[in-house]
């Protein structure tokens, strides 16, 4: 029943307003309308012709026709308040207008040419100077401002250049005569300056290039320094002969490109540099503007639409062209996706049929693409939310969601959006009117919910009866508050009661009240004033004050639950009042909220329970905003609790006084509550532990992984519900995502949640979310523990939420008791299904219990093993047939196994094959054999017998089921052509004695032992025997042998068992009839026991003895085999069973087989099976007295694993040792290094090593061993070695000495390097280093004899000053000759001295300086000592054969024969290589 009231009021309407509870700032999930506000003209202005909106301030420029014939201009505010101060009129019309970019400064061009400037804010009119003398078509400000052009429609372009006034500067910066009309403009934006922030940040920072930027010293090195807004002075102008003209800041003109037709849109895509040009033929074409001007062609394409209307078209989303065409559509063209859709009324939204469109316009900031028709409606179209990537994958008009149309008067011609507030101006030829959205006022409190639908018209819903009701009222509404009795609205000037009188509304009371807020309690209205509420009757007379103090502040938010007041102050304080009695009384006195909760800030919102004991606080941050937390306080407990959606950690509340919470539930369990923020709050009515919010996104923490997800902002909007109790702290009940047919959460009442819906969306998913449809603009949603119950009697709803608390609270003792009187069976069976809806299976199984469900409960129980909750639940809805719960819960968990099973239990045999095909395919066969079997019960054999045979069962069913119809069955049989078919009928047809027919069938079945069999049967053996050799088939020879041997046809039986395979009965045959050929050949066929047996039989007969051993042999009885062959010398037989023994043959065996070979010289062979038997010592023996060379394969046999228990270690390592002992003696020193190391004896196997002569090994080892003696054996070795040409070799002598700590060693290895370096290359100061090394080192060195050591340091000293001396004199002789040949002289004179110096050095060195200094006579002198010193052939290693020339001619005494050897080669003195010997063993130090 719905009943209309209509109330009208004779205050204006201009704006609706939600109640002031400080949740202005939360708009996301609020409702709203758009409420108009039309202009308040001038009496002179008739109809309006141009509007235009200023890009950020709310001001809207209105041109307009005169009732004198002339124009206007007039400048409104944004409720349509005409500025007085703003009014310019002349006798001609208005032709263009245009706002300055930034400043309240508007230009208006008038018909005959004149331009004028109107400041609003300094209230001037300024004229620009005259250069036009006709209508101006073009008029635009530059990008910020400076500049303003005007062209004419005689093609006169001119550009001012203006100041901040908007005054005329100097002379024009421009005019030129184009010769065509102008029509259009569009300035070119100039390229963005840098980021001067961020540019000071980088210089602080080190960057060099910023730095550089700033220094004017510099500035000629890069590009200059652009702060702030560029001038961009380029533009591009159209004509009416269709060509297009580039302006460069310069003042150049340049022709761009020209059209077919007149130029009807010019728009300039500026993050792509393009400009897009549309003709009046709907001709769209895009260019590439270069930075000079030049355009390049992109694109051309024909838009589809009606031409010759005028079109309005705009480009939005930088890509979207939106044409309107006086159609019944709006056109759309997507540059980037290169496609096209169109838009479209509603009828279904009250638009009428063939309702046109004239004209568009965009709103970015609020997604809203509104349009006017020419029915006087403005259509609005919002884009769908969420991330770029998820929007453009909606296609085309998905994006777009029709909203309810805004109703006005005539037809529309112009709309446009503009201002920071985005208003929307509408002009409909008679006036303009301006359109700003405002939030919908509702509310919902005693069952009685209110919910506006248009500015000026409220839904009023009663649920206690289900009547719906329309009620208009004709006033400023900023709030509404209802109750049973009554429905009160406000608007800070004006209250109105309207009292519900039956199915009508009947005034009770208005009168004048400033109050912000409003509530209502019983036949009281609560209002506020300065620091007091007052207690006023429905007719306004004050009955009782409520008084505040100063140091409380002004009360300004109220809250009425059950019988309690709640009331919030400006100052953040909090009290609560009783209303139960005829006066209000304070129940809870004033608190202060900054001292309750420190640091949080103000109070957004206040409310309390129906008890009166709880408090919840919405926070208001300092910006503002809403803050994530919501407040708790215990009147009683004096406690504070804190509940934050942002938790990361913990348990999402804080404890900010000294009582104690018990929170254990918090948004940090609910990861998809993260980043909300609290929009509204609600106690229930009547239960005071009951508390729901509802939880925004919020604003900018919209995370891309989250935008991806959704693209519905309700997806955004959760509504949570706790429990709040004293013992329990706050308990998280249930949360879900606002269903996206709601709007806003109205309140909650046991059993219900109220929603305010959408306006003109149809409730979706009803069946599914157990809503109730009350009314068009209301609805409820039962809550979770309450689906499927519906209005039930107070008891049953009582113990239902006490179930509910209790089992959220995890006290699950207490929810049993709370719900065990409750006898009724259908609301046990309501719960149960609810159950299957929450897929709580722990209620189910109660639910169950009381209802006496005995075959439900015993398959949950059973259910249990199922992994998956969804499958367990599907259990549980099918007991309870809910078959399309269970079909979508199977669905859902993918157990495609159980649906299939569930649909073959409910007769759903096509979807049971279906999903069996497609995702069951494990069980398809069985899904096949059991519709099979359900078509044969049903009488369809036909089906049946196909179904058998795709479950592969028909070799066996389909004989079953045709067994009463043999016809059928032969012809079944016959057609199918089965082996299994063919072999079953001919046992049938055997069974009835037709052995004709029946071999027939055998035959075609290849059932060749029953071939067989049957014509045994009927005495036509041959026949059998035929069949037997030509099949070999095993049965049927079988039979047939046994045949045979019951008819003593001995050989044959023979060959049939063999054939058979049947060995021992053939051998058996054999031993009883003396057939030996044959039973050798069947013995070696069969297994070792036959083979045994024969073997057995071969040698009780005591001939034919080789087969018996053979036999045994194979049978792989070597012992018996070998005691055999012993016994009668059989050698040949020996050596094969020798061959097939291993390790896991009977030690004995191998020893006294290896003794055979062993006598018979076979010693290779007897090495082995000693190995075999490990006995290596032996086997050692062997190879030593019989010099059997050991290769490395039998070296490893003898080797023992360290984990052998064969031998103890001190026994493995000396068999090892013995093993390399006899590899020395071999020469085999590799192998014999391994064995020595595996024995664990380095020492000996160095010297293995060393006998190889491999020195890369040698050195390797001797690097692995780490032992002083190995290190010094190698170097010993290395020392034999050419170590002077390698120099790798000598840093390993030098580095194995080192380790070697043989240091006296070392110290002899440097000597030898000093006489090297001294003999092969006469440097005596290397050889000082290396004899001043091996000083160092015998100086360290500790010898077991001092006196030696002393006396080899003494000869090591004074071979160490004599070549420093010689090697002193060579150096100084270059200063000093004298000097150095003094030093040379006195060591020729030193004992030992040849010990130290060679003498043809230091003779030489005379000769050469006597030469020198032309003293030939000494130089002859030194040179006869040489000779004698010095062997002929080495003299001209000492002195060059051009010196002994030159001495010889000095003194002339001609050169000696003997001094000139027939050959002068330069060489040095060739030294006996001595090989020393590398000694084998080194004493232990």
């Known amino acids: 029943r719905v009943c209309i009231s209509i109330i009208y009021l004779s205050i204006p309407v201009r704006n609706v307003c939600f109640p002031c509870t400080g949740l202005q700032s939360v708009t996301a999930s609020v409702m709203a309308v758009y409420v108009d506000h039309r202009t308040e003209a001038p009496d002179s202005v008739a109809s309006p012709s141009h509007i235009a909106w200023h890009p950020l301030h709310p001001l809207l420029a209105v041109a307009s026709i005169s009732t004198a014939s002339g124009g ?47 400041n609003k804010q300094e209230k001037e009119h300024h004229a620009v100077p005259p250069n036009h003398n006709a209508k101006i078509t073009v008029l635009n400000w530059s990008t910020n401002g400076t500049c303003l052009v005007s062209g004419d429609r005689h093609g006169v372009l001119v550009l001012w250049r203006m100041d901040q006034r908007g005054r005329v500067q100097g002379p024009a910066l421009l005019k030129q005569e184009c010769g065509k009309c102008l029509s259009h403009c569009v300035f070119r934006p100039p390229p963005p300056g840098e980021d001067f922030v961020q540019l000071a940040k980088a210089a602080v920072g080190g960057d060099e290039k910023a730095l550089d930027m700033f220094n004017w010293r510099k500035a000629g090195t890069g590009a200059p320094l652009k702060m702030g807004l560029q001038e961009g002075l380029s533009f591009f102008i159209t004509l009416t002969d269709g060509s297009v003209h580039y302006v460069s800041e310069k003042g150049k003109t340049r022709h761009v490109l020209s059209t077919d037709s007149l130029v009807q849109k010019l728009l300039f895509m500026e993050e792509r540099d393009v400009l897009v040009v549309i003709t009046e033929n709907l001709q769209l074409s895009l260019h590439a503007i270069t930075l000079e001007g030049e355009a390049e062609e992109l694109m051309k394409v024909k838009l589809s639409g009606k031409i010759g209307h005028s079109a309005d078209i705009i480009l939005i989303d930088h890509s979207l062209v939106v044409t309107a065409l006086g159609e019944t559509v709006i056109r759309f063209w997507d540059l980037d996706r290169d496609e096209n859709y169109v838009l479209s009324p509603d009828v279904q939204f009250g638009f009428e049929g063939g309702e046109c469109i004239n004209c568009v316009s965009y709103c970015s900031a609020k997604g809203l693409l509104a349009a006017g028709t020419n029915k006087g409606r403005i259509a609005m179209w919002r884009k769908a939310a969420g991330s770029d990537q998820s929007i453009r994958a909606l296609e085309g008009k998905e994006k777009w969601k029709l909203q309810a149309p805004t109703e006005l008067e005539g037809n529309v011609i112009q709309i446009k959006w503009g201002s920071r507030k985005n208003l929307l101006a509408v002009n409909n030829i008679s006036s303009v009117v301006i359109l700003s959205e405002q939030a919908m006022s509702s509310h919902f409190h005693q069952q009685v919910a209110v919910v506006q639908v248009s500015p000026n018209l409220f839904n009023v819903t009663f649920f206690s009866t289900g009547t719906t009701h329309s009620l208009r009222v004709d006033m400023n509404v900023n709030g509404v508050f209802a109750t049973k009795d009554a429905v009160v609205f406000w608007n800070g000037k004006q209250v109105t009661v309207f009292e519900c009188s039956g199915d009508t509304f009947r005034s009770a009371g208005s009168f004048l009240c400033d109050s912000p807020v409003l509530s209502v309690h019983g036949e009281n209205l609560y209002t506020v004033e300065p620091y007091r509420v007052q207690v006023r009757t429905w007719q306004g007379t004050v ?165 991806k997800k959704q693209t519905e902002s309700t997806m955004d909007v959760w509504i949570i519900s706790f429990f709040s109790t004293e013992e329990h702290g706050l308990l998280l009940q249930d949360s879900f995502p606002l269903p996206s047919s709601y709007q806003v959460l109205l309140g909650i009442e046991v059993p219900h949640y109220y929603f305010a819906k959408k306006l003109g969306e149809a409730e979706k998913g009803q069946a599914e979310s157990g809503s109730i449809k009350v009314s068009q603009m209301v609805a409820r949603r039962p809550m979770r523990d309450f689906i499927g119950l519906g209005d039930c009697d107070k008891t049953t709803r009582d113990a239902m939420l006490n179930f509910s608390f209790y089992l959220t609270a995890g006290d699950m003792d207490e929810a049993f008791k709370s719900i065990k009187l409750i006898k009724s069976e259908a609301v046990w069976e309501s719960m149960a299904r609810m159950c299957v809806k929450t897929q709580r299976l722990d209620v189910a199984k109660i639910c169950l219990g009381n209802m006496g469900h005995a075959r439900g409960a015993k398959a949950l129980r059973e259910a249990e093993q199922e992994p998956e909750q969804e499958a367990r639940v599907a259990v549980l809805a099918i007991q309870l047939g809910m078959l399309e719960d269970a079909e979508r819960l199977y669905k859902a968990c993918k157990r495609y196994d159980l649906l299939n099973k569930f649909y073959q239990a409910s007769n759903q045999w096509q979807k049971a094959i279906e999903t069996a095909e497609a995702h069951d395919r494990v069980h398809l066969r069985t899904t096949y054999y059991n519709y099979a079997k359900h078509l044969e019960a049903s009488g369809e054999h036909s089906l049946a017998l196909a179904h058998y045979e795709k479950s592969d069962t028909h070799r066996f069913e389909v004989p079953r089921m045709l067994s009463e119809d043999l016809q059928a069955l032969e012809n079944y049989v016959n057609k199918m052509k089965d082996k299994s078919l063919w072999k079953w009928w001919a046992q049938y047809l055997e069974s009835q004695s037709d052995m004709e027919s029946a071999l027939k069938y055998y035959a075609l079945a290849q059932d060749y032992f029953s071939l067989v069999r049957v014509h045994c049967f009927q005495g036509n053996i041959q026949k059998a025997a035929e069949i037997a050799n030509e099949t070999g088939n095993w049965a049927a020879s079988y039979h047939l042998a046994r045949q045979y041997e019951s008819q003593d046809e001995i050989k044959q039986a023979v060959h049939f068992y063999t054939r058979a395979q049947a060995f021992n009965n053939a051998i058996r045959l054999c031993k009883e009839n003396n057939l030996d050929d044959q039973l050798m050949n069947l013995a070696l066929l069969s297994s070792p026991e036959d083979m045994i047996e024969a073997a057995c039989y071969y040698e009780e007969k005591g001939e034919q003895m080789d087969r018996a051993v053979m036999l045994y042999h194979k049978a792989g009885h070597f012992s018996k085999a070998l005691e055999l062959a012993f016994a009668t010398q059989q050698f040949g037989a020996l050596q094969l069973i020798a061959e097939d023994l291993d390790e896991h043959s009977d030690p004995a065996l191998l020893a006294r087989c290896s003794d055979f070979f062993i006598e018979h010289a076979q010693y290779e ?31 490893e046999k003898m080797t023992v694993s360290k984990d052998s228990k064969d031998l103890s270690e001190e026994s493995r390592r000396e068999l090892l040792e013995q093993i390399a002992d006899c590899c020395v003696r071999q020469g085999n020193y590799h192998m014999a290094t391994k064995k020595y190391t595996q024995a664990g004896n380095k020492l000996k196997a160095m010297r293995a090593l060393l006998k190889s002569g491999d020195t890369e090994k040698i050195v390797f080892f001797a690097g692995v061993s780490r032992q002083r003696e190995i290190y010094i054996m190698a170097a010993n070795y290395l020392q034999s070695l050419d170590w002077c040409k390698d120099p790798e070799i000598m840093k390993n002598i030098i580095s194995f000495y080192t380790k070697g700590r043989a240091l006296d060693l070392l110290a002899g290895f440097y000597d030898a390097c000093a006489q090297v370096e001294i003999d092969e290359y006469q440097n005596y100061e290397k050889a000082q280093g290396a004899l001043t090394e091996a000083y160092k080192c015998l100086s360290k060195a500790k010898t077991r004899s001092p006196l030696e050591q002393e006396s080899k340091l003494a000869l090591l000293q004074s071979k160490m000053t004599l070549i420093k001396r010689f090697v002193h004199a060579r150096r100084v002789y270059s200063e000093d000759p004298k000097e150095a040949v003094r030093q040379c002289e006195l060591l020729l004179a030193e004992q030992d001295f040849d010990n130290a110096i060679r003498h043809g050095d230091v003779l030489g060195f005379l000769v050469e300086h006597y030469v020198q200094v032309e003293d030939f006579h000494m130089a002859y002198r030194y040179l006869e000592e040489m000779q004698k010193r010095v062997p002929p052939m080495s003299l001209s290693y000492y002195v060059t054969q051009q010196t002994i020339e030159a001495v010889h001619r000095g003194v002339g005494i001609p050169v000696s024969q003997t001094l000139v050897p027939e050959e002068i080669r330069h060489s040095s003195v060739e030294n006996k290589e001595v090989e020393e010997e590398v000694a084998d063993e080194v004493e232990d130090p």
């Open 72 to 118: 206007c201009v007039d400048i409104y505010l944004e409720q349509g308040e005409h500025v007085s101060d703003a009014h310019v009129e002349r006798s001609f019309q208005v032709a263009s207008l245009s706002w300055h970019p930034s400043r309240p400064i508007l230009a208006a061009g008038w018909e005959t040419g004149e331009v004028v400037i109107l």
């Open 1165 to 1195: 062979k007897a090495m082995e099976l000693l190995l075999t038997a490990k006995k290596y010592h032996e086997a050692l023996q062997l190879c030593l007295k019989q010099n059997l060379t050991i290769t490395e394969e039998m070296a």
């Open 543 to 707: 009955k009782q004050l409520l008084v505040f103090s100063e140091a409380e502040g002004n009360p300004c938010l109220l809250d009425v639950c059950g019988n309690f007041l709640a009331v919030g102050t400006d100052l953040a304080h909090f009290k609560i009042f009783d209303l139960s009695r005829r006066e209000a009384k304070v129940h809870c006195n004033s608190k202060n909220f900054s001292e309750l909760f420190p640091g949080l800030g103000g109070i957004a919102s206040v409310k309390c329970n129906a008890n009166g004991n709880k408090v919840s606080i919405l926070v208001s941050k300092a910006d503002g905003k809403i803050d994530s937390k919501i407040c708790f306080y215990d009147v009683e407990m004096d406690k504070v609790t804190l509940f934050d959606f942002k938790a990361e950690q913990g348990n999402g509340r804080e404890k900010l006084s000294s009582g104690q919470g018990i929170d254990n539930r918090s948004a940090v369990d609910y990861p998809e509550l993260h980043s909300h923020i609290p929009a509204c709050h609600f106690w229930d009515q009547s239960e005071p532990r009951l508390f729901v919010c509802e939880a925004i996104l919020e604003t900018g923490l919209q995370y891309p992984d989250q935008k």
